[in-house]
């Protein structure tokens, strides 16, 4: 980037520029090249780009920049990073004054990413060495953007616990200081990780997926695009979610109906046999305890929730007396993303699933199932080893 002449944060003038600076940009179809273009224009002019020690920002800057969160975001519905608002830019190193430590980029929680120029163009000068300032600290802020409680993205924050199932023997081996293919900063806590997973992931794809299949699967899943280098494809969470179905799979644990919550309904019904024997059947009292006793046991019913194993998904089905089996949902195993039993009586337990959707929607159930001790403990031992974030 030596051009003595700035260019304007336009269609035309970014498509030339990218193709000659940004190769990532050159990666992609033509209709994600105009999404990304369009995307990079409307986050410049949505941040505050301040110099600091007299850096020179021209447009340039704000493009390249820009360019990196947006490379990060592209596969995301809500790619704005709206809580980080400021951008600021030194020339070099700079020194954090409160704690004294001399630093290459910074996210902030108080609403700022701080970025050394020449590492940030250094990250990108490499493409293969996995150190890439801007991708490592937009990740911090599309991270933190959500735990700020900002309008966020909903799959990247709703299948983060899903995806630090598949992370999470991986970060603990970096963690205790075994070899890894991630360096070794990723081991400090797992935002950190995240980040230098990321650089992983853009920089060196190749590797991560013959190493790592199923965890590079579940970071292409998160971001919803993949690249190799050459080409990168996005909108691609359920091609990824076919492939990881083909290794996973649990036994067939004998898993047996629960039984619904339908006290409340027959305490109602108690109360109106015992209205009709005191005030009489057609009692005003009685017929309307009667008719809460139905509502609520039709309510119950028709809420109800139970579920079998069957290979690599799990069978939903819905109803238990007059609407047993009016509905089925068949849910995959990359697609469960928690799960957490609550005792019951005896070995009856209710279950909350958490799940999603291709189409990024995420959804909650309560099913009643009952399992012995020992079919549970095994049950759950399976989940976690299929990637399921168990509670």
């Known amino acids: 980037m030596n051009d003595l002449k700035d260019i304007s944060l336009n269609a035309q003038e970014l498509d030339v520029f990218l193709a000659k600076y940004f190769s990532y940009y050159r990666t992609l179809s033509y209709h994600w090249k105009s999404v990304f273009v369009d995307r990079i224009i409307k986050f410049a002019n949505s941040k ?13 800057v704000k493009a390249i920049i820009s360019a990196s969160a947006v490379q990060l975001t592209l596969g995301l519905e809500n790619w704005r990073i709206g809580y980080f608002e400021t951008i600021i830019l030194f020339s070099s190193d700079f020194k954090n004054e409160i704690s004294g430590l001399k630093l290459k980029g910074e ?66 081996k970096l963690k205790g200081g075994a070899k890894s293919i991630f360096r070794k900063y990723g081991g400090t806590n797992i935002n950190e990780f995240l980040s230098v997973v990321v650089e992983h992931f853009f920089e060196s794809p190749k590797e991560f997926q013959t190493e790592l299949p199923l965890f590079y699967s579940a970071t292409a899943v998160m971001l919803n695009q993949k690249t190799n280098g050459t080409e990168t494809k996005v909108n691609i969470r359920e091609e990824e979610i076919l492939i990881q179905s083909r290794d996973l799979k649990l036994s067939p644990t004998v898993i047996k109906k629960g039984l619904p919550l339908f ?24 017929l309307f305890t009667f008719v809460v006793f139905v509502l609520a046991f039709f309510r119950e019913d028709f809420l109800y929730r139970s579920f079998t194993i069957e290979g690599n998904e799990l069978l939903l089905s819905k109803g238990f007396f007059l609407f047993k ?54 049950f759950l031992k399976e989940l976690q080893d299929a990637y399921v974030w168990v509670k």
């Open 48 to 60: 505050w780009f301040v110099s600091q020690k007299g850096f020179e920002i021209n447009n340039q």
């Open 107 to 172: 996210t902030n929680l108080n609403g700022f990413v701080s970025f050394s120029w020449k590492s940030f163009i250094d990250g990108y000068k490499i493409p293969n060495d996995n150190l890439n300032l801007g991708l490592h600290e937009f990740t911090h802020a599309l991270r933190f953007n959500g735990v700020r409680g900002h309008e966020t993205d909903e799959f990247f924050d709703g299948y983060f616990p899903k995806w630090f199932s598949y992370a999470n023997e991986e970060f603990k």
């Open 263 to 286: 006290g409340p309904a027959f305490i109602c019904l108690a109360v109106s046999l015992f209205t009709a024997y005191s005030a009489g059947v057609f009692s005003f009292p009685a």
């Open 325 to 378: 089996h009016h509905a089925f949902q068949n849910i995959s195993l990359p697609q469960l993303v928690k799960i957490e039993f609550f005792n019951g009586e005896g070995n009856d337990h209710s279950v909350s699933l958490t799940f999603f959707e291709t189409d990024g929607s995420f959804y909650e159930e309560t099913a009643y199932v009952k399992l012995e001790e020992g079919e549970r403990n095994q």
